[in-house]
């Protein structure tokens, strides 16, 4: 059954969202203790689908996820206001 709740997962990482079966799905927010955040969707406790990741050093990466990294389409701003747009695979900027 599917419910909003709050999690404390490994190391201080702090997961806040929708939950099936005890474990993010759906929408969510999870904060590392780093002060890394990501905001989007989950399946299964993964990031997959549609999100934003935003860095303590101020990098922003917005687009979609799949297995918890970057893949698909996406933008990544980073802190000197470079910009990188296109297609990512497994974290990685592939091109346009």
């Not at 806040?16 to 759906?26: A, D, R, S, T």
Request: proline share 3%.
């Amino acid at each position: 059954m599917e419910k909003k709740g709050k999690l404390t997962l490994s190391e201080g990482t702090i997961y806040e969202g929708e939950l099936i079966n005890g474990k993010p799905h759906g929408r969510g927010k999870m904060t590392w203790i780093d002060g890394m955040v990501y905001v989007g969707g989950f399946i299964d406790g993964i990031a997959n689908g549609k999100g934003k990741c935003t860095s303590p050093n101020g990098m922003v990466y917005q687009g979609n996820f799949a297995n918890n990294t970057f893949n698909g389409k996406g933008k990544m701003t980073y802190p000197n206001g470079n910009i990188d747009e296109g297609n990512w695979k497994d974290g990685k900027f592939v091109g346009k």
